[in-house]
């Protein structure tokens, strides 16, 4: 009886290590395949997830947003730069429309004419300028000299005695000047009255010029 008892015990002892030997593979196989269906289903999530790349390994397509950023900005740049050009072109074409308006608008400043005295002093001046302006001989002394003598600086002086006097035709006026020698030497410019001081020295001026070479080389009546 001893010897079937312990056979039996062999027996449970060796299917039960058989059991456990087929629970560990089987443990073992279990533990294998779960990793690797964790895997696979990295795998499969990996196309949603992970971005192409390209061979410089920035995102595939970057390189076109950098181009069409690029073309936007100098496209934008372009625009503005045209915007500015037009800007002062326009610019450019109204200052010169103003300009050219008030060069038409502006008239030509004629030079201020300078103020005589309506005196002896000025009589004189101003017949030395216009003498000056045209080409008339004469100096402020030689006038001076000969208006003293001929009418003593009075410009409504006549002379009702001489020569000319009693052929009718007296001699009148600071430089005592007779009618026919003022209007063939009268100076355009001056007043056309042989009373006028300056209209009469100029004319004589005029006269001795033409006869004298200079009212300054005159020295008694002429």
Excluded: C
Excluded at 8 to 13: E, I, P
Excluded at 130 to 148: A, C, F, T
Excluded at 163 to 169: D, F, H, P, R, Y
């Amino acid at each position: 009886m001893p010897t079937p008892t312990l056979l039996r015990s062999v027996r449970v002892t060796k299917t039960h290590k058989l059991s456990a030997a087929v629970l560990a593979a089987a443990g073992a196989t279990a533990a294998l395949t779960i990793p690797a269906a964790t895997g696979d289903a990295h795998a499969a999530a990996a196309p949603a997830t992970v971005k192409k790349v390209s061979a410089n390994g920035q995102p595939a397509g970057a390189k076109a947003k950098a181009a069409e950023s690029k073309t936007g900005d100098a496209e934008e740049t372009t625009t503005l730069a045209d915007s500015i050009k037009v800007t002062a072109v326009t610019a450019q074409g109204h200052t010169a429309k103003e300009a050219a308006s008030r060069a038409a608008d502006r008239k030509p400043v004629e030079p201020a004419k300078p103020k005589y005295a309506n005196n002896l002093d000025g009589w004189i001046k101003e017949s030395l300028a216009i003498m000056k302006e045209k080409g008339i001989p004469g100096s402020y002394e030689g006038l001076h000299r000969n208006i003293m003598r001929e009418s003593s600086g009075n410009p409504k002086s006549v002379n009702d005695w001489d020569i000319n006097a009693k052929n009718g035709i007296p001699s009148k006026g600071l430089l005592q000047v007779i009618q026919p020698t003022f209007e063939r030497y009268h100076v355009e410019g001056t007043a056309n009255d042989l009373f006028d001081p300056v209209a009469n020295i100029t004319a004589a001026a005029n006269y001795a010029a033409h006869r004298y070479g200079s009212m300054d080389n005159v020295n008694s009546a002429y």
